[in-house]
């Protein structure tokens, strides 16, 4: 057929092709990252955990204590507290 791509059968219907998973392609190279130590990037939201100081219920309380939750910020304070640098993003 005149004017089809190098290795092509004509045929233009790319859409039912997949990339990188025919006979004449290379697997993909191993990373050359390692696990170390180094700076630490937690992603993910914090949350306000609004609570009655014991020993009361929430209806009978005249106060909350307020503190930071969610797992991903918990994580960057812990581990700021035993010194590695840590980023948090949201």
């Known amino acids: 057929m005149t004017g089809a791509r190098p290795g092509s059968d004509g045929d233009d219907d790319t859409s039912l092709r997949t990339r990188g ?4 392609t ?3 190279a191993a990373s050359p990252w390692r696990p170390g130590r180094g700076p630490v990037v937690c992603l993910g939201e914090t949350m306000a955990a609004m609570a009655p100081a014991p020993p009361h219920t929430l209806d009978g309380a005249e106060s909350l204590r307020l ?21 948090w993003l949201s």
């Open 21 to 24: 998973n025919g006979p004449d």
């Open 26 to 28: 290379e697997p993909p």
């Open 67 to 87: 503190s930071v939750a969610g797992a991903e910020s918990n994580v960057a304070m812990y581990l700021a507290d035993l010194g590695l640098p840590v980023s």
